[in-house]
């Protein structure tokens, strides 16, 4: 055997071929058992792995996004073989890891139910004790149908049959065998906690004329504390959900019987809403853009010029026959933007131009993935294009990039994930054009400071951009900003200025949406604040309550003035003891209350009390108010 060289953590060490991965990291670390999984030159291994080449060895634990991709992969092929335990005749399709656990799709006659989610995860608790490895073993596609055929599985074969692969590999765990790349996390005994969520329906292939197949969700941890933290965690979300407050909070509804995925926006939300838009629009105005506004509708030709029919035709509506021609709903708001643009020449003095829209768009989301306001069929988006020179493009990114961070920061979101989605294999435009948009992007971010992770490949045919995801009071991620450069729509639709030669030249288009939609934004704004919103966002800022009816006449007077100095009031007249209108008011998540009773009247002063239970008495109304206009007016956060 020949000898390798592996670099490990900058340090190189040498091996005989056939060495596995977890020998050599046993040289190179004191502590090697919270390793999970490895990588070599990028390719993922087990740690078992004999390595026949040298290269960067990396290794992967729990903290990793690697190694929890590995850890919760592995518990999926437990689940399924203590599944096939449990009830033999069941078929397994596939069981991959997800953001936050894993899944296993099964085919079974009778259905399963929370009960059978418990006896799966005791017959789980046993297969860990047994201490089960993972082992892998590489067999012929032949060989591989042959195998799954004689056992039932008909998925399996399935999948197979269409690997391109000569050979494809195996795990096998506790009797159960499966089809997987893999890697895996060696023993079972690494697997400390182990909890089953739901159950749920799912096609096979996501193919809704396909079986529906019961899909079982669940997540592990390396410890019981772990696991204890998350489904804490679960239980705080389940809390702040949305759609649990919004009804509570009277902010939204949907109807299904009368269109699902469209949002009924109830008075209190309304107020939210118009708050959100008024920021959005004057903001906007004050950073060089200006307002329009664009049809919901247009004939499908446009369409067709756009591309939209080509590559979106399955996010779309059907159309519509109109006079007999076909229209259609609009599901983005770009072909009518540029449609304006190139009413009329454009010099290369009038760039940019920057053009900002509250669009509502349509599109056909299926119905199994409608969530709240979270995935939605028609829903506002906060659109803007800029429309701008070559040389001005990486000015321009720049100052995106910062109206980005500066709204997001208003409302209350300071820690962020980024990406830079690069060029793809399959793009349109120079590559020396490609290369000057993704060094444009990724000044814009050195210069607001931010840390970047950088997505290889993953940038759009028609241009590279950069994704913005915040992070809520959860710890949550949510995509929401978005700055993408476009090379498509400009040649699709000619969009020409004329130069300081006289010649015409292609103008870039910049697409920029800052909180993606205000329907999904105040969805997460709910859930981020559990429905306790900041003052300037708050539908009702200020409430009065009275205790008995002698305080009605000032309680009317101290209304005027708040609403006078467009402080949003209301009054609690009812006779009501003043216990039941607090908690009402508190249920009711406002911000302030302010409690009259004989001693206020007599004095002229107020009683203060805050949502968080803080109360000051005899307090001056006057200095009241201006502290709580002030804090609408900077629109701080707290109270």
Known sequence: MGIIKVNYKGKEYQAEQGKRAIEILKEAETETSAFLVASINGKFIDLGTQLNEGGELKAFTFEDAEGKQAFWHSTSHIMAAAVKRLYPGTKVTIGPSIDE???????????????????????????????????????????????????????????????????????????FTDLCRGPHIGLAKKIKAVKLLKLAGAYWRGDEKNKMLQRIYGISFPSKELLEQYLHG??????????????????????EEFGPGLIYWHPKGGTIRKEMEDFWRNEHIKNGYDLIFSPHIAKIDLWN????????????????????????????????????????????????LRWAELGTVYRYEKSGVLHGLMRVRGFTQDDAHIFCREDQLESEIIEALNFVMFILRTFGFSHFEVYLSTMPADHIGENAIWEKAQDALKAAM??????????????????????????????????????????????????????????EHRAIMIHRALMGSLERFFGVLIEHYKGAFPVWLAPKQVMILTITERCDDYAKELAAALKKNNIRVGLDLDSEKIGAKIRKATMD???????????????????????????????????????????????????
């Open 446 to 503: 050195s210069t607001a400071g931010l840390k970047y992770d950088v997505d290889e490949g993953g940038g759009a045919f028609y241009g590279p951009k950069i994704d913005i995801k915040i992070k809520d009071a959860l710890n949550r991620t949510w995509q929401c900003s978005t700055i993408q450069v476009d090379f498509n729509l400009p040649e699709r639709f000619n969009i020409n200025y004329t130069g300081k030669d006289g010649k």
């Open 234 to 255: 679960i239980e705080e979300a389940k809390q702040r959900d949305h759609r649990k407050l919004g009804k509570e909070l009277d902010l939204f509804s949907t109807h």
């Open 589 to 639: 998540k406002v911000p302030y209350m302010i409690i009259l009773g004989d001693k206020e009247v007599e004095t002229k002063t107020v009683s203060i009390r805050k949502r968080t239970g803080e109360e000051e008495k005899g307090a001056d109304f006057g200095k009241f108010m201006e502290m709580v206009a002030e804090k609408i007016s900077k629109k701080e956060l707290g109270i």
């Open 101 to 175: 656990g894993f899944y296993y799709d099964f085919d079974r006659d009778v259905n399963f139910t929370d009960e059978d989610l418990l006896k799966i995860e005791e017959e789980m608790a046993k297969v860990i004790k047994e201490n089960a490895g993972f082992s892998r073993q590489e067999i012929s596609k032949k060989d591989a149908v042959k195998m799954f055929s004689d056992m039932g599985e008909n998925y399996k074969v399935e999948i197979i049959e269409a690997i391109n692969d000569d050979t494809v590999s195996t795990y096998t765990t506790a009797g």
């Open 305 to 352: 010029t756009s591309g939209h029919t080509g590559f979106y035709r399955d996010s779309m509506f059907d159309t519509m026959n109109i006079d007999k021609m076909e229209y259609q709903l609009k599901p983005m708001n770009c072909p009518f933007h540029i449609l304006m643009y190139n009413n009329s020449k454009k010099s290369y003095r009038d760039l940019p």
